[in-house]
């Protein structure tokens, strides 16, 4: 039913999640912040939706390296005689994910942190926002190695079909000029 690889399509999730990650932890901080006597409380009900956030971030990331550890196998059997190595290349890439998950992940116990009331609340706060902008950075990293591996190195080749399907009628294909 569905024999394209799932990475592909999983990859853009956690992408879009970085990418708003520090902006809407500054306004969630900023909206929070603002004075009046339930303002605690009304910050770490609003810091609550960045915690979240950065959970699904994280089970993101984790899920698109799931699918690309299936289909670097593939792609690594495909091009075993590429040079450079393919398999060197994947591995880089994969290692910058890994990055970026230890980094979502450190940035969602800093969230978590925050919602302790306190002075330290306003600190972590802005660490979380600081280390989601460096997920940011990782995520922009590992994603331009995986567009390397596609459209420099041709990696979506190895699940592409080499012979046409069974049932497509030959006589049908047009003839070179």
Known sequence: MFDLPLHPA??????????????????????????????????????????????????????????????????????????????TLVGSHEDAATWLLLVSLGSLLLSFMALKPGPQSRTLSLATIAVQTLALACAVYTAKLGGELVYRHGAAEAHLETQPPADQDQSRTPAAP
Do not use: C
């Open 10 to 87: 999983l990859v853009h999730l956690p992408l879009a999640f970085v990418f708003f990650g520090p902006l809407l932890g500054v306004a969630m901080l900023r909206a929070g912040l603002k004075g009046g006597e339930d303002s605690e409380n009304r910050r770490r009900g609003l810091w609550r939706y960045v915690v979240i956030r950065i959970f699904v971030q994280s089970l993101a990331v984790y899920a698109t390296m799931v699918t690309g550890e299936r289909d670097s196998d593939v792609v690594i059997a495909h091009f075993e005689e590429s040079e450079p190595p393919i398999a």
